[in-house]
Each structure stands twice: as C-alpha cells, then as structure tokens.
C-alpha cells in the first residue's frame, strides 16, 4: 500500500449506518476519509424503528450537506425504491397493554402515528441492507474503505493519531471518530467507560423470527380498540409490569420482499434479575407465555438466528469528544430501544459533527473546543431519554399512569419534529444551507424540544410527577391529574389535537395531508405567544412541492406504489395486512 494511502483527515472506526453516513457527507466536502470496518458487509446489526425525529434528522443531512442518498433513508417510499424491498413500513407506534393471564383489553392501547407522505412513513431498517448501501455510498463519494479490518488501538500524538489495526497495518489521521458502537475501541483504550449514571436499569432479549402473526388478527376488533392505524403496520410494544416486547415486522407491506420481524423483550433489571441457569431463548419464552394474546401472536413463530440476552442495556462513557477524537453517540451512550431514540441522538450528532470537521480539515485546526456542542446535547438528550425510558417503566404499573406519561412525550416530539422541519422549510425558501445553523441556535437545540424553556418545564415537572409516584409520595390518581393538569397549563398542546382528553387514546390523531394542515394552521394563528413564531410558521408550500414529488416518484416506481401513496397521503387505515399470508400451519 502506497504511503498517501495510509495518510487521511479524518479517520472514522466503524463502518454501520453512522461511520458510513458520517463518511460520506465528509467525503462529498473534500476531507480525505478514511473508514475502517472491523466485520463485512452485509451484517446483523440492531437499531432497527426510526422515529420522526430520525427521519426528520436524515432530511435536514441530505440536504444541508449535499448527499441526496441519505435523504432516501428518510421515508419508506424512497426506502424500498432506492435501498430495499427487505424494509418493513412504520406507519405507527402502538401500545399495547397487557396482564398476566388475562386477554388484553380493547380500551387499553394507544397509538401515535407516524408521518403520511410525503414527509413519511416511518420505517423499519433491516439493518444488513441499508448499512451496506450506506457503506457503497461512502464509498462512491471517495471514502477509503476496508472491511474485515478491526482497529485494535488508537495511540495519539501532538498533531494526530495512528490507528494500529489486527491485519491490515497502521494509518494516520489528523482526528479520530469512533462509530463503533457499543463494543467502541476508544472508550475500551481511553479508560471513558463508568457505571451509567442512569435511573434506567433494563436488559433484553432479542432474535429475528418468522411467522409472527399481524397483531390485528388477534386484537380486538378495530370497531372497540378504535385505533386509526393498522397495528401490524408500525412498531409494536407489548407492555406490562416491569417490561415491554417489541414487534417490528419487515413483511408488513404489500411489495415487501421479507418474511421476517424482529422482536425483543426488555425487562427491568431490578423486578426481573437476569436467571443464571435459563437459556435465552427458554427466558423469551417464558414471557409470551404469561400473556395470553402475546401468545396468540407467536403462536407459530420461529427464530432464524440466535437470541442475543444482554446484561444491563445502558452504557456511558465520561465524555464525548476529546483531543482529536470524537464518539459517535452509540460508541459513548445508550439508555433502550424504548422511543427508538439511538438513531435519532446519532442523526442529531452528524448533523453538528459535519460542519465543525469540514471546517476543522480547512483550517487544519481540531481544538477540542469547537467541539464541545457534541458533548453537552449528546449528553443531554441521553438524560433526557433516561427520564423518558425509566418514567415509562414506572408508568407501566398501571394503564392510565401509561395513558397520561406517554402524552408528554407526543408533545416533546412534536416540537422537536417541527424544529427541524422549519429549518427544512428555511432551505425550500432560501436554498442555503446556513439555515440549517439555527438548530444550533435557542430554542431549537437537541432534540424532543428540551431547549425550549416552556417544553422542558412541563416535561420536568411531568417527570416529577412520576417519580413522586414511585417513591410512593403521590397515588397512581394524583400522578396522572397532575399530568393532564401540566399539559393543559403549558398551552403546548394543539387544540385540534385530543391531548387533554384521557378516552383519545390516539390523541395525536393522524398525520395525513389535511390534518397536518389543521396542526399548521393552529400553529400558525392560534397557538399561545410561546409557540406561534417560533415554530408552524410555514411548511404548506414545501410539503405540496414534495406531496407531488413523492406522487411521481411513485408512478417511475409503478402500478400499485401509485394509489399506495395517493391513498397513504389521505388515509392512514388499510386492509394490506389482510393480504399476508397466514403463517405455516
Ligand atoms: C437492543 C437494542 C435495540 C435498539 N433498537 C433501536 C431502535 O429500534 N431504533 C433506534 O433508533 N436505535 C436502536 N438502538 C440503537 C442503535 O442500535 C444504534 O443507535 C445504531 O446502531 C448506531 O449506529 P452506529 O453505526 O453508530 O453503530 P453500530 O450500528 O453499532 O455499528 C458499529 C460498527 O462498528 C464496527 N466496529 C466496532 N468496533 C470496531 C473496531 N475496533 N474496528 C473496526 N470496526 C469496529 C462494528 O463491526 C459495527 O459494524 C438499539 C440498540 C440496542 C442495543
């Protein structure tokens, strides 16, 4: 190997959805990228339900930083035409709730839909597939990529790093990004990982199966659980004391080429120790048989690969960034797959790491300080998503705790979608991507609106509220008057929206084209003093640009994607799960 090609910029450890995406914007702006990934592709990989906020994240990526293939990451139309037909669609989050040995109850579910085209849906990333496109793309802007090329230590000097690898040699870079997820190097070798600081204490069980039925062949009919989106067409989460399983079908959509779901179950580590004698698979089992219609579902399942038992989920890292090196979120942090939040941090993340390290390159000046916006919002929403997972957990005592907690959240997402989307809609007006800087700018930072003092406040007392609960200060019927009285104070909720009303259990209603209007206009000219200018102050325009966008994409891709689309911007509800076979007798 020649000596300029074991000479680079940047140098990043980790070659899955966030090194490659991180490579690939860094590429497309001049930096000499060098990408070192320790296995091959395709691989398993986990982080499989994006939220809107990932989404969201992912347009704003593609286009502030010029690498329109990201951005087919973004919806799952553009998903199965560009990237694989092996994705499953997520037009919803629903929840499910569930006691031992009994049915489970029509009037005990919520549900909160995903985005319709063309801003949506949601999808289901099998991850092998779209970390390998990733990483072809990386590779197409110029990255210097090798596979099967593990970095076994990374050592530092006054004006860069060498990164020692088993096989393959050494190289140099001026400045180190580990995206190595959970097993990351640099933790390992800079001695950053410490006892999470976190009130989340879970662990999970996890496999790839198939013949897992369409929840809404065992649910009650729609008539009594009145849900407006098809369960089986989102990210489904059993819950019952002290856990929830995960349900995230890939074969859940008429042209989808799999047969596979993903499914887990995460319990908590205190009412659930992990058995030293019980294989995982025996443990999985154990739980779905408690629940009568959890059981139902996986009556013919089968695993096709091997179940993966964690000990404690959550991980930390004491810092971020450091002299010349940086982790991406999965190699510093994770709290749990509740509200999917992995993707969204990372996405957060690459959107404020590109831009300092394209000008770091330029000016050949890494100080650590021009990188310390990655350490405080990386950290914060980790905290931020520790309060939301372990106040979940605390609410899964009891439905209606469940019913008023998980509302606070529907609200926190909706600003943080809307912030990114208006930086979105600054760029449709002006077609500069300096107005993507205002997400670094108040009150717009991080995610899940925390840097809005209005959003913070209520999801902090609302958290509170929890908690007082748990340590036994306040009752179940306190706690959740307490929440609806937060919610209505803070004037944040939409008023076309039923967050205030405890029967809506899918308060949000749907995000099709008209009521996206409704919430738009409601932002626009009724919303409190605290809201209207700050977020919903366009949209209207961008959104039909990309409602007719999407229509002609659908009709290069043909036939029926046509009327799904057309129908999917107006309608949430859809019989295509009926049309799926059932499973093998
Ligand atoms: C049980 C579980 C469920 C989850 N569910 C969700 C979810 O539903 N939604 C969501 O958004 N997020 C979820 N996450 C989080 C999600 O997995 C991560 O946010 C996401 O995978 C991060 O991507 P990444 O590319 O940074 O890291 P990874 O996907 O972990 O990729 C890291 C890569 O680095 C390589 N690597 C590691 N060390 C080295 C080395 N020394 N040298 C070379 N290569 C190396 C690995 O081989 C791997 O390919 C979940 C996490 C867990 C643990």
Redesign the pocket.
């Known amino acids: 190997m020649q000596e300029d090609q074991r000479v680079f910029d940047v140098a990043i450890?980790?070659?899955?959805?966030?090194?490659?995406m991180l490579g690939a914007v860094l590429a497309r702006h001049g930096v000499r990228v060098l990408l070192?990934?320790?296995?091959g592709h395709p691989?398993f990989?986990?982080?499989?339900?994006?939220?809107p906020e990932?989404t969201f994240g992912l347009r704003v990526l593609a286009r502030r930083y010029d690498v329109p293939e990201i951005e087919h990451l973004a919806t799952h139309g553009a998903l199965r035409r560009h990237v694989s037909s092996n994705c499953g669609v997520k037009r919803n989050f629903s929840f499910v709730y569930h006691r031992e040995g009994e049915p489970t109850r029509p009037d005990e579910c919520t549900q909160y839909p995903t985005w319709g085209p063309p801003l949506g849906p949601d999808s289901h990333y099998f991850?092998q597939d779209v970390?390998a496109h990733m990483f072809h793309v990386a590779v197409s802007y110029g990255v210097t990529a090798h596979t099967h090329?593990?970095?076994?230590d990374v050592k530092f000097e006054e004006d860069g790093a060498t990164l020692v690898?088993r096989d393959r040699g050494s190289f140099r870079a001026s400045y180190v990004v580990d995206?190595?997820?959970?097993?990351?190097?640099l933790p390992e070798r800079l001695g950053l990982r410490q006892e999470p600081p976190y009130r989340t204490r879970s662990r999970?069980i996890?496999t790839h199966m198939v013949d897992v039925r369409p929840f809404d062949r065992v649910a009650p009919p729609r008539a009594e659980h009145g849900m407006p989106s098809p369960f089986s067409q989102g990210?489904l989460h059993h819950m019952f004391k002290g856990g929830w399983f995960?349900v995230?079908p890939f074969d859940n959509h008429s042209t989808s080429t799999s047969e596979l779901c993903s499914v887990?179950v995460n319990l908590d580590l205190d009412q659930y120790p992990r058995p030293d004698d019980v294989p995982a698979e025996e443990e999985f089992w154990r739980h779905v048989r408690r629940f009568p219609s959890v059981a139902r579902q996986f009556e013919r399942a089968r695993s096709v690969r091997p179940y993966v038992s964690?000990d404690r989920?959550q991980f930390a890292s004491q810092k971020v960034v450091g002299d010349r090196w940086c982790l991406?979120?999965?190699?510093s942090d994770?709290i749990d797959?509740l509200f999917?939040?992995?993707?969204?941090?990372?996405v957060m993340a690459l959107n404020a790491l590109g831009h300092r390290l394209i000008e770091a390159v330029r000016r050949n000046d890494f100080d650590t300080a021009r990188f310390a916006y990655l350490d405080h919002w990386t950290k914060r929403m980790f905290r931020f998503y520790d309060d939301l997972v372990s106040c979940s957990y605390v609410s899964f005592d009891d439905f209606e705790l469940w019913n008023a907690w998980n509302r606070v959240w529907t609200i926190t997402t909706l600003y943080g979608t809307n912030a990114q989307n208006q930086a979105a809609v600054a760029f449709d007006r002006t077609g500069d991507p300096a107005g993507f800087d205002a997400l670094e700018l108040p009150p717009y930072r991080g995610l899940q609106g925390v840097d809005n003092p209005w959003v913070e406040r209520l999801f902090d007392q609302a958290r509170d509220a929890v908690l007082a609960y748990r340590a036994g200060e306040s009752t179940k019927e306190r706690t959740v008057a307490r929440i609806y009285e937060l919610l209505r104070e803070s004037e944040l909720c939409p008023s076309v929206w039923g967050t205030l009303d405890p029967q809506d259990r899918c308060p949000a209603g749907v995000f099709t084209l008209w009521p996206l209007m409704r919430i738009l206009l409601w932002g626009k000219f009724r919303s409190p003093r605290h809201v209207r200018g700050s977020y919903f102050t366009g949209g209207g325009r961008m959104v039909g640009k990309e409602a007719v966008q999407a229509y002609t994409g659908a009709v290069r891709a043909g036939g029926s994607q046509v009327h799904q689309t057309v129908r999917d911007m107006w309608v949430n509800w859809n019989g295509d799960w009926t049309r799926r076979a059932e499973p093998r007798k």
């Open positions: 450890v980790g070659g899955g959805i966030g090194g490659t070192l990934e320790g296995s691989r990989a986990i982080g499989e339900s994006t939220v990932t991850r970390d090329t593990l970095v076994d690898t995206a190595g997820g959970m097993r990351a190097v999970t996890f990210t995960w995230i887990g964690t989920t991406l979120p999965h190699a994770f797959p999917s939040s992995g993707l969204a941090v990372t």
